[in-house]
């Protein structure tokens, strides 16, 4: 599965994104689809998950501002990103795997990874 990741940029507080992570490969749609960040000097955090079955779960750090949602038709699973602060700059990463319910939120859970995009939200 080769993942790509697109739709970073300069955006100011309380503005809004899109991020986008579109999937190649022959089996990319049985994979749990999962986006992480990773700020600078900090470990790469779990933001939200949309588990292959179509359920969705987020980090509490982002829930209610942050939805995820896909496009089938596209191989595609887009991170819309609401309200921002500038806490939530980071390089943003989607992953793909198989994680179970104890590796979901780490990275350790995914095989695949895509490249990264920076967002970053001015104050």
């Known amino acids: 599965v080769q993942l790509q990741a697109s739709g970073g940029g300069l955006v100011q507080s309380g503005g809004s994104l899109r991020l986008s992570c579109q999937a190649s490969?022959?089996?990319?749609?049985?994979?749990?689809m999962t986006w992480f960040r990773q700020a600078p000097g900090k470990e790469r955090e779990f933001v939200g998950i949309m588990w292959s079955r179509g359920s969705i779960y987020y980090a509490d750090s982002v829930e209610g501002r942050f939805t995820i949602s896909k496009d089938n038709a596209k191989n595609t699973v887009f991170l819309q990103m609401n309200s921002l602060k500038p806490e939530d700059t980071a390089v943003y990463f989607c992953?793909?795997?198989?994680?179970?319910?104890?590796?979901?939120?780490?990275?350790?859970?995914?095989?695949?990874w895509g490249q990264g995009t920076l967002v970053t939200v001015s104050s």
């Open positions: 992953a793909a795997g198989r994680p179970d319910s104890g590796s979901y939120n780490y990275p350790r859970g995914y095989d695949y």
């Open positions: 490969g022959r089996t990319s749609s049985r994979y749990t």
